[in-house]
């Protein structure tokens, strides 16, 4: 499967508990966007990264989230201290290099807080 | 604040039908606009890309694109029950990097 690949595709966790969510980019591409979709409401950007570099975090919320992409593996939105919040859709995306272009998304993973 | 604004429907159209989205922006200088079909539970599915004035066609479906009015609007020809869904418009805002601005959607009902 060459497209973007996200795990896991479920994940409860207790408040309080971290979350660790990964996505590994389309075959070819070095651009991933973190996106967040709440409940009943639109998909808001959160952050985009390339390789070992943040580009633009001005989606993150200033605290318990953070977002990586290392030279080698996946890249990895972590939530720490998880609250009933956080729960909804995360979704990855990738694009090519160059500006402008489309980027595709992965299943998402769905994260449910108790 | 830049923005991207739908009508959330829901936009009922008989089986057949030409279904017509629409969607605004706000930035005149824009770039890059995307549809993006998205069906309940699941994620986001690229349907078209258009970067010019005019018409772009792909199959059933053709998206329109008016700089000077700042809307973008989705045709879907010979609408299909498969083609009920959720419809997201998305912008890349010059300026503001790479990423995409969504509008809420226009939840779209194709009726037998």
């Known amino acids: 499967n060459a497209g973007v690949m996200q795990n896991p595709r479920h994940l409860v966790r207790r408040r309080g508990q971290e979350a660790r969510l990964r996505c590994s980019p389309m075959k070819g591409h070095s651009h991933v966007y973190w996106y967040r979709q709440l409940p009943e409401e639109g998909l808001k950007f959160m952050v985009y990264l390339q390789k070992e570099n943040i580009i633009d975090e001005s989606g993150m919320p200033k605290e318990r989230f953070s977002a990586e992409f290392p030279k080698e593996g996946p890249s990895i939105l972590r939530i720490q201290q998880v609250v009933r919040g956080d729960s909804a859709a995360y979704f990855c995306?990738?694009?090519?290099?160059?500006?402008?272009?489309?980027?595709?998304f992965g299943d998402g993973t769905r994260l449910s807080i108790l | 604040q830049k923005e991207v604004e739908q009508n959330s429907g829901p936009l009922s159209v008989p089986e057949g039908a030409i279904a017509s989205l629409n969607c605004t922006y706000s930035?005149?200088?824009?770039?890059?606009f995307f549809w993006y079909r998205q069906y309940s539970g699941k994620s986001p599915e690229l349907i078209m890309s258009i970067y010019s004035n005019g018409d772009k066609e792909d199959g059933r479906f053709t998206a329109q694109l008016n700089k000077a009015s700042q809307y973008v609007s989705l045709l879907i020809r010979d609408s299909q029950p498969s083609d009920s869904a959720t419809y997201l418009c998305?912008?890349?805002?010059?300026?503001?990097?790479?990423?995409?601005?969504f509008g809420t959607g226009t939840q779209l009902k194709v009726e037998l």
């Open positions: 995306a990738s694009s090519p290099g160059l500006a402008g272009q489309p980027q595709h």
């Open positions: 930035d005149r200088v824009s770039q890059s």
């Open positions: 998305a912008v890349i805002f010059t300026g503001g990097g790479n990423k995409l601005t």
